[in-house]
């Protein structure tokens, strides 16, 4: 099983192209993206925009490695830090 991911402007096409695909796949239409691969998927249709937030991924890794309760912070090393083998 995968995942993937159709979209168009234009509901003709994606209708069309469907129909096309399913000829030979086995598709699901789930409505609006919501969630996609572990990413949250927030769409403003009236502004023309879309925001993908990985913030629910990097909350469960923090968990699973028991460091969630870390201090954040928004640069995690200087700023052109160059590094080198020690």
């Known amino acids: 099983m995968s995942d993937e991911l159709a979209a168009c402007s234009d509901e003709a096409m994606y209708k069309e192209f469907i129909a096309a695909m399913s000829k030979n796949l086995d598709l699901s239409d789930s409505g609006e993206l919501k969630w996609f691969l572990g990413g949250k998927v927030e769409q403003d249709r009236e502004k023309g925009i879309v925001r993908l937030s ?3 991924y990097c909350n469960d890794v923090l968990k699973r490695f028991q460091t969630s309760d870390c201090t954040p912070v928004d640069t995690p090393c200087e700023a052109n ?3 080198a083998a020690g």
């Open 81 to 83: 830090l160059h590094l």
């Open 54 to 56: 990985q913030e629910q």
